[in-house]
């Protein structure tokens, strides 16, 4: 091609690259479908104050809490850490997976999505707290996909709309399962 004709598609070129690069769903039974189930079995076993299933989804030598100065390190500070949090007495947590991607040699996976915290105390305000997570995944020697790493934002104070929309954005199939884009 020319050059002159390459530097008058470059504009179209640039309009069109977002929706190139956009991220598909994963396709039914691929490691990122198997991943998305797993990040809705995680945060299941929280919902359910199943300690063991918690730590059951996560690597030994797991770090939550990555993206911050002081990160919790090890399953048995993970596991520490998050008790309050399966026990559900005093703060709620919630989340879902909004996207999933996997390495070429399927070892590894990243999800990230939106999570809710919810203070139960009467009168506690803010009572809920939105945000945005990022997990990654290892596949184990035992073919079970685990955290490796954890981390999210610190969130926002949430609106009944904001939980409303929380609660309606969940979907319990991988995308490519489901059959929706």
């Not at 769903?25 to 079995?41: D, F, H, I, N, Y």
């Not at 203070?119 to 020697?141: E, H, I, K, L």
Request: with cysteine; proline share 8%.
């Amino acid at each position: 091609m020319p050059r002159r004709a390459g530097l008058l598609l470059l504009p179209l070129w640039i309009a069109c690259a977002p929706a190139a690069f956009a991220a598909a769903p994963p396709a039914a039974g691929t490691p990122a479908c198997q991943v998305w189930q797993r990040e809705l079995s995680f945060a299941q076993s929280v919902q359910r104050h199943d300690a063991a299933a918690f730590a059951e989804h996560v690597m030994a030598d797991a770090i939550f809490d990555a993206n911050t100065p002081q990160p919790t390190r090890g399953l048995a500070a993970v596991r520490q850490h998050w008790a309050a949090f399966i026990a559900g007495k005093t703060q709620r947590v919630d989340w879902y997976p909004q996207q999933v991607v996997t390495s070429g040699d399927g070892t590894l996976a990243y999800s990230s999505g939106a999570y809710l915290f919810e203070n139960p105390a009467p009168g506690a305000t803010p009572r809920y707290v939105a945000g945005r997570f990022a997990t990654v995944w290892r596949r184990a020697g035992d073919g079970a996909w685990r955290v490796v790493f954890d981390g999210g934002d610190a969130g926002r104070p949430a609106s009944d709309a904001d939980v409303a929309a929380f609660h309606a954005g969940r979907r319990p199939d991988c995308p490519a399962a489901a059959g929706t884009r």
